[in-house]
């Protein structure tokens, strides 16, 4: 493992350092009490306060579920490297569902032209967003019965992630546009993935989402950019109901109604046509 910052040794002590070196050595990205003893040789107090002092120097994470997680600075001494922040995060919600959701997963697919800073996963677990070496997690509250439509990749050698799959994606991002930064930024996602979207898949979705504003807005979406079939589009206006929402439901009411999806166009559509350009 290749680091840009030297250890302190003089901070760290020896024992620490070689407990470091060891664990960073085997590519344990993530791992226990019990897999530090091993590396060390120690008993577990010793591994114990060997790992708070590289906690302190911030080499590592804890979860605070006795799992600890490598911080390798390759990205440099204010930043954890993409692959590190995922892993970080899967080990801060512990051993119950998740998925890496809304604007994490589009970058994950490579559906988004900006950086995402900050870390969203959803789970039943209900967590407190917190900051970890400066790297924000924000926990979204979902019901056991929401966590579906994802799959595992992998982030590194030997670690797997759990992330929404694109379509999954996209019905959770017109569900809460403000986690993934506003229906414009849907429109450029569709754009970008308009060749390896599964149509039918993302509209049989929105009708087990079963939300009126996210089929209202994805039908509309698929017909403004042309990314489907008629009737795909017809499918989706088969379920819409007679009540009105917004578009953005997190900008300004200004806009005109629009009858055939039952939605307030409160964004210019040519700035959604242009939005992935």
């Known amino acids: 493992m290749k680091h840009n910052k030297p250890m302190n040794t003089k901070t760290l002590g020896k024992e620490s350092a070689a407990l470091y070196t060891g664990l960073a050595g085997q590519g344990k990205m993530v791992f226990s009490i019990a897999d530090a003893q091993k590396v060390s040789g120690k008993n577990y107090q010793a591994t114990l306060q060997a790992l708070h002092r590289l906690i302190n120097a911030g080499w590592l994470v804890s979860s605070g579920s006795g799992i600890y997680a490598i911080v390798s600075p390759e990205a440099g001494s204010e930043a954890i490297p993409a692959a590190n922040r995922l892993v970080i995060g899967r080990e801060l919600v512990g051993d119950v569902p998740y998925y890496f959701s809304y604007d994490t997963a589009l970058s994950l697919h490579n559906l988004i032209t900006r950086p995402v800073p900050d870390v969203k996963i959803s789970t039943p677990r209900r967590l407190q967003s917190r ?136 964004i210019e559509p040519d700035i959604l046509e242009k939005a992935a350009s």
């Open 131 to 266: 900051k970890v070496l400066k790297v924000k997690y924000n926990f979204i509250y979902s019901k056991p019965k929401n966590i579906w439509g994802t799959e595992l990749t992998w982030v590194s050698e030997g670690e797997r992630i759990s992330v929404s799959d694109p379509e999954r994606t996209i019905i959770d991002s017109l569900a809460r546009p403000d986690l993934s930064g506003g229906v414009v930024e849907v429109a450029t996602a569709l754009q970008i993935g308009a060749v390896r979207f599964d149509y039918e898949k993302l509209i049989s979705y929105a009708k087990r989402f079963d939300n009126q504003a996210v089929i209202k807005r994805l039908g509309f979406l698929l017909e403004l950019l042309d990314l489907t079939t008629q009737s795909n589009i017809n499918n989706l206006q088969a379920q819409i109901s007679p009540s009105y929402a917004l578009l953005d439901p997190y900008l300004p009411e200004d806009g005109n109604y629009y009858s055939r999806w039952k939605l307030k166009i409160n």
